[in-house]
Antibody, heavy 121, light 108 residues
Framework: QVTLKESGPVLVKPTETLTLTCTVS??????????VGWIRQPPGRAPEWLAH???????SYNTSLRGRLTISKDTSKRQVVLTLTNMDPVDTATYYC?????????????WGQGALVTVSS | DIQMTQSPSSVSASVGDRVTITCRAS??????LAWYQQKPGEAPKLLLY???TLQTGVPSRFSGSGSGTDFTLTITSLQPEDFATYFC??????????FGGGTKVEIK
């Protein structure tokens, strides 16, 4: 059974750095055709892809976030970590950890339950 | 980035109706499109990928078509559990992965 679980703070202050951890089970982070990524969804709005990482450590980022994102993985811990610097109230959203499938065509076939992060002073 | 535009933004329908949702990409993406269903308080769920391939476990009343810039998601014989919001997603790995704005299917 594939599961992904997000953990991290529920409240961050403006200018702080958000660090979210995704712990996975039911699949291997060494599978060449699978990866793990992050998607966020502000309340009442569409999802926004942030980043993902594959087993060979190839990473892809949403460039609209202008270098604020970093994704990394610890295969031994079955964890993927996302950091987002210089948080702003507009970054308030539910952050989802997702399993990424495919190489040329990329889809998100399993999602975590999501973690609501609020940015406020 | 490739912009994904869905229409309509909402649709009212009855159980048993046929519903069609359209997604248009600002640039051609071959058949690299996925569709998701999201119910209130839940994470999105993958329905179809490669524009027309049904994800495992998804009922056959869901179907997708299209290629290039124009795509459709069709639900034949709408069921009570299908009332939800649907999103398309540009799935070309060599471009930014973007979602459409969503289409809410409501009970008439």
């Amino acid at each position: 059974q594939v599961t992904l679980k997000e953990s991290g703070p529920v409240l961050v202050k403006p200018t702080e750095t958000l660090t979210l951890t995704c712990t996975v089970s039911g699949f291997s982070l060494t599978n060449a055709r699978l990866g793990v990524g992050w998607i966020r969804q502000p309340p009442g709005r569409a999802p926004e892809w942030l980043a993902h990482i594959f087993s060979n450590d190839v990473k892809s980022y949403n460039t609209s976030l202008r270098g604020r994102l970093t994704i990394s993985k610890d295969t031994s811990k079955r964890q993927v970590v996302l950091t987002l610097t210089n948080m702003d109230p507009v970054d308030t959203a539910t952050y989802y950890c997702v399993r990424v499938r495919g190489l040329a065509t990329v889809m998100f076939d399993f999602w975590g339950q999501g973690a609501l992060v609020t940015v406020s002073s | 980035d490739i912009q994904m535009t869905q229409s309509p933004s909402s649709v009212s329908a009855s159980v048993g109706d046929r519903v069609t949702i359209t997604c248009r990409a600002s640039q051609a993406i071959n058949s690299r499109l996925a569709w998701y269903q999201q119910k209130p308080g839940e994470a999105p769920k993958l329905l179809l990928y490669d524009a027309s391939t049904l994800q495992t476990g998804v009922p056959s009343r869901f179907s997708g078509s299209g290629s290039g810039t124009d795509f459709t998601l069709t639900i034949t014989s709408l069921q009570p559990e299908d009332f939800a919001t649907y999103f398309c997603q540009q799935a070309n790995a060599f471009r930014a992965l973007t979602f459409g704005g969503g289409t809410k299917v409501e009970i008439k």
